[in-house]
């Protein structure tokens, strides 16, 4: 082989490494950077595009702040933090002034915590014919729902299953059993009831008990069983 042809083959040899370590020195260090930077490009894209939908959410709220509100301050009347006891007597008296009879009296018993409700599973087709065949007033229970051991009422029926908030816990939230009792015309009592499931404060009726008055003709002595709800503040952080 003559130096000519050692001189070409040399010379392709050296123009191969040379672009082999442009390729791996020079040209593939960009491209990953390029690809890195079109990475992080779309990266901060979407991130913008949830900060532009978090801004203009805050647009519409701030718009709507006072009807937000009006609608947190009711709610909080609803179900208040703290039994809120005073308030509710006063929201009694209010009520039976209104349905014109008397307020004798309230009896609350010890709150108890929140039980979630389980829903009702679909029963089976056998299961739904026996209970078509069932008395009406067992049909009329499971209609209604009952009120637990725990005195927190479910409201749950057969046919349709009740959704929970997992916001709402025992931890957080309480029921607290009341007795009410008042005196007037079994209209009156009527009336009263209504306005204790449409007042400020939520307010469950699970009972309803007459009695006659037998020196007042027309009057009846009525004992209204229910629960109110409230919300239980966090026990403060201890220092330790």
């Known amino acids: 082989m003559d130096r000519n042809k050692l001189w070409l083959i040399g010379s392709v040899l050296v123009t191969s490494v040379i672009l082999v370590l442009g390729w791996v020195l020079g040209i593939q260090p960009q491209l990953d950077s390029m690809t890195a930077a079109n990475a992080s490009r779309t990266a901060v894209q979407a991130t913008n595009a949830q900060h532009v939908a978090l801004l203009a959410q805050l647009k519409h709220d701030f718009k709507n702040l006072d009807k937000l509100s009006a609608t ?82 479910t409201g749950v029926t057969t046919a349709t299953a009740t959704a929970t908030a997992t916001e709402i816990t025992a931890s957080n939230f309480a029921a607290f059993p009341l007795d009410v009792k008042v005196k007037g015309t079994y209209a009156q009592v009527l009336d009263f009831v209504a306005r204790l499931q449409t007042g400020s404060r939520l307010f469950l009726v699970v009972g309803l008990d007459t009695l006659d008055v037998d020196a007042e003709p027309g009057l009846v002595n009525a004992t209204i069983s229910g629960l109110v709800y409230s919300l239980v503040a966090p026990a403060p952080a201890s220092a330790g």
């Not at 909080?76 to 933090?81: A, D, F, I, W, Y």
């Not at 005073?86 to 008397?102: F, I, M, N, R, S």
């Open 72 to 153: 947190a301050e009711t709610l909080g009347e609803s179900v208040p933090t703290g039994s809120a006891m005073p308030a509710l007597v006063d929201e009694l008296d209010a009520h039976a002034e209104q349905a014109g009879l008397t307020l004798l009296g309230m009896t609350v018993t010890e709150a108890r915590a929140y039980v979630p409700v389980v829903p009702v599973a679909a029963a089976p087709a056998a299961a739904n014919d026996a209970a078509a065949a069932a008395p009406a007033a067992d049909a009329g229970l499971a209609a209604t729902g009952t009120v637990p051991a725990d005195g927190v009422a």
